[in-house]
């Protein structure tokens, strides 16, 4: 078996990720604020400029796509903080070290650009993505935001998000107050 890779993407691979995203937002409608029937009806030119706004990094062996993240900045707090987002990995590649490489990937993403901290939004509820993040070395805050997805009826009126953040190369490692 060949070994994971993650490539960014450029704005010319558009397409592609427009592929990889619908297919994320189709099989895991409750992992995603957008619906795949939304993001369908985008025109060329959202697309291009959504990969423009961020960086999008696809996982895959062998030419075939195994997941999806990007990093971004827009909605942070200052100049020093990035977002990791969109984070999804096939169901039969779950397991193998997918969600890992693309981690990684976006933690090197986001320290190239100089960054001092990544987060990522996980559901408190979401023990396993907790425990994920956590062993990656991103740490829970107090920060919470109701959850929003849409499409999905969500049981718990409470359900929200956490933001956890990875501090970055030569950070103090303090997490910042505001995201």
């Known amino acids: 078996m060949s070994e994971i890779t993650v490539r960014r993407l450029t704005e010319e691979d558009w397409a592609e990720y ?10 895991s409608p409750e992992a995603f604020v ?5 993001e369908a009806d985008y025109s060329e030119d959202r697309w291009r400029a959504r990969m423009r706004r961020s960086q999008r990094l696809l996982a895959g062996r062998d030419g075939e796509a195994l997941g999806v993240a990007s990093v971004g900045t827009e909605g942070t707090s200052g100049d020093t903080v990035g977002e990791l987002f969109g984070l999804w990995v096939t169901p039969e590649a779950r397991g193998t070290g997918v969600a890992r490489r693309l981690l990684e990937a976006g933690a090197r993403a986001a320290r190239e650009d100089g960054l001092k901290h990544l987060v990522y939004w996980v559901g408190t509820d979401n023990g396993r993505a907790v425990a994920f993040a956590s062993s990656f070395g991103f740490r829970p805050t107090d920060n919470r935001r109701p959850m929003e997805i849409k499409g999905v009826d969500i049981d718990d ?8 953040v990875l501090p970055l190369g030569s950070s103090s490692g303090d997490i910042p107050t505001s995201l």
């Not at 427009?18 to 099989?27: C, D, G, K, P, S």
């Not at 957008?34 to 939304?38: D, G, I, R, Y």
């Not at 009126?157 to 956890?164: H, L, N, P, S």
Request: zero cysteines; hydrophobic letters at 45%.
């Open 18 to 27: 427009r592929e990889v995203r619908l297919r994320a937002l189709r099989e």
């Open 34 to 38: 957008a619906s795949a029937e939304e």
């Open 157 to 164: 009126d409470d359900a929200e998000e956490m933001a956890m």
